[in-house]
């Protein structure tokens, strides 16, 4: 065989080979996309609307880059990220979403779910609580059982290092959360920052103050080795990765423990619902009531400026922004988070069933929300329920809508003979009185149809009114022009 067919033969051979490679690394999505269901079903829509809240927030020049670790204290305040990708594996990211940053604070909420599948959530808590502590995260105290309150404050985090396999020698310790982490982030991105290592324990007096106080009042395991589990807790805030990556690793929770990239399941349910619900009440520092009140989604924040979010079943956001408020948070990340939950009903408690229409759900096709607003419409009009219709029309619904066959609600109402609620229709609502539905069927034709007089009456009596007020327009108009 001649050598230039051999080297061609190779070339396709190695461009199939990166091709199943690629389909291989995307299966989850390639599936979701043949089968046309993806849980936000126009991404692109959604991503424009990421996009505008992005620029509103790049102009916040508020808050100051921390300094109490000096490495920190080198990042430029105007860098700003936003990662999005969703449970099925759509993604979006802008900005300096590819520059790396050290996980700090928001590897707590990462290594929770790692121990807890190694040794239970009845282990894990009998060394460290589930309250928020109403103290800052480093802050010397313990509650009334001499434990952590929390598995997310610098104390719960060195339990947690304490718990994480002690057997092992540190530098494999070491190794096992980092490759957990890169696992959770569906093998993108996942780094360590040795300076920022060596700056953390230089500057720990706070931590190893904490550290000794704990091990005093016994609230470590039994035979901790103290000076490990302080480097191990220094390793996992050193822990480097950018906003796309970290945006997976919020996703891998919001996808119940399952990496959306690579389809594995690195969680059971039990411990994403663990972590979650210690997200939501402390999570975000001081902060984490306001949070939890005003955005309503489970997050965790660190002092490097990142915020990894959380948004069930739907998606995972990493926001990134140097800039700090008083409370240790980002200022563009925190506005952002407020921005998402004003415009998509993201929060916790937004009711499923909103009919006020103010809020977006991506999560919808255009017909689902069509159905959404038309059904509980024609549903109070065959009931009378004039309650319901009120309300609906004061939160601002279009009270003309029809459903698939062209039925409107007064159709629906005159079939039935809910003569208040036909009234209310047109007296109140002003709504059309002679709408035709695909039969060509009005609803003076279903109040005749089906014998309600009464209602027969009203419409007649709206038929009679528009069509007096339309002859004294055609004469104003003819008298107007002629």
Wanted: glycine share 6%.
């Amino acid at each position: 065989m001649p050598s230039t067919m051999c080297s061609r033969l190779r070339m396709v051979m190695c461009q199939l080979l990166n091709l199943f490679l690629s389909i291989q690394e995307n299966i989850v999505l390639i599936e979701n996309a043949l089968a046309g269901d993806f849980v936000l079903p126009k991404f692109g829509q959604f991503t424009k609307h990421i996009k505008d809240i992005y620029l509103n927030c790049k102009e916040n020049t508020n808050g100051k880059v921390a300094d109490y670790i000096p490495q920190l204290a080198k990042f430029d305040p105007s860098l700003w990220g936003v990662a999005v990708c969703s449970v099925d594996g759509q993604r979006f990211a802008i900005g300096d979403y590819q520059e790396h940053f050290c996980l700090q604070s928001i590897s707590k909420c990462l290594h929770y779910p790692i121990v807890l599948e190694d040794l239970s959530a009845e282990t894990v808590h009998q060394y460290v609580g589930h309250e928020p502590s109403g103290q800052t995260f480093n802050y010397l105290h313990l509650n009334s059982n001499d434990q952590p309150h929390n598995p997310m404050l610098n104390s719960g985090a060195m339990v947690l290092c304490a718990l994480q396999k002690p057997e092992l020698p540190l530098a494999e310790r070491c190794d096992y959360v980092q490759n957990k982490f890169k696992q959770i982030a569906g093998g993108e991105f996942v780094g360590f920052s040795n300076a920022t290592f060596l700056s953390e324990r230089e500057t720990a007096d706070k931590n190893y103050a904490l550290g000794y106080y704990m091990n005093a009042n016994k609230a470590f395991p039994p035979n901790t080795n103290l000076m490990d589990t302080f480097e191990l807790y220094f390793h996992t805030c050193s822990i480097e990765t950018n906003c796309d990556a970290g945006s997976l690793m919020a996703a891998t929770l919001a996808n119940g423990g399952v990496c959306p990239l690579t389809g594995q399941k690195i969680f059971g349910s039990q411990m994403v619902q663990h972590t979650l619900s210690l997200m939501l009440s402390c999570g975000m520092y001081d902060y984490s009531g306001e949070f939890a009140f005003h955005v309503g989604l489970p997050a965790k924040s660190g002092v490097s400026g990142a915020i990894l979010i959380v948004v069930p079943k739907v998606c995972g956001i990493m926001v990134w922004s140097p800039p700090l408020d008083l409370l240790g948070n980002s200022v563009r990340g925190i506005q952002f988070c407020k921005e998402l939950v004003n415009l998509f009903n993201f929060h916790k408690y937004d009711l499923k069933g909103d009919i006020s229409g103010r809020k977006i759900d991506p999560r919808k096709k255009q017909a689902e929300v069509q159905g959404d607003k038309v059904v509980p419409l024609l549903y109070a009009a065959s009931n009378g329920d004039v309650t319901a219709l009120r309300r609906y029309y004061l939160s601002g619904n279009d009270m003309t809508q029809q459903n698939y066959d062209g039925r409107t609600a007064l159709h629906v109402a005159a079939a039935e003979g809910h003569q208040e609620a036909v009234s209310f229709l047109l007296e109140q609502c002003h709504v059309p009185v002679d709408p035709k539905d695909r039969w060509d069927f009005s609803p003076l034709d279903e109040a005749v149809r089906f014998k309600h007089k009464e209602c027969e009456d009203i419409i007649r009596y709206h038929l009679k009114f528009q069509e007096t007020a339309d002859f004294s327009r055609e004469n104003s108009f003819n008298n107007n022009y002629s």
